[in-house]
């Protein structure tokens, strides 16, 4: 099991910033992938941002230049810094994770979510 705690979220301006965390905790060695997602009401759910296992990274269109995905200082988190928000960045973002948590058994693992709201 992989247990997977969001926090950061919050209400801002356009044009403002905010910065998310990821904590994970559990079966942490056995996680190949972890990143960001978002839902708005009514939308699906949307990657905003991925770490693979080699490190490379994958960002959703709408945020590329704006949001950086990176490891956290603290051990075992993922940030999400996002600048230049718009009113169409509101979501509940998520916290996701890919782990194997034994061999050929891959699950994917959902934190709480917290809510970003971007006001005009």
């Known amino acids: 099991q992989v247990q997977l705690v969001e926090s950061g979220g919050g209400l801002v301006q356009a044009g403002g910033s905010l910065r998310l965390s990821c904590a994970a905790s559990?079966?942490?060695?056995?996680?190949?992938?972890m990143g960001w997602y978002r839902q708005a009401p009514g939308k699906q759910r949307e990657l905003v941002a991925g770490?693979?296992?080699?490190?490379?990274?994958n960002y959703g269109d709408s945020v590329k230049g704006r949001f950086t995905i990176s490891r956290g200082n603290a051990k075992d988190t993922i940030d999400l810094q996002m600048n230049s928000l718009k009113p169409d960045d509101t979501a509940v973002y998520y916290c996701n994770a890919v782990a194997n948590t034994r061999p050929g058994l891959r699950l994917g693992y959902w934190g709480q979510g917290t809510q970003v709201t971007v006001s005009s």
């Open positions: 770490i693979m296992s080699g490190g490379s990274i």
């Open positions: 559990g079966s942490i060695s056995s996680i190949t992938t």
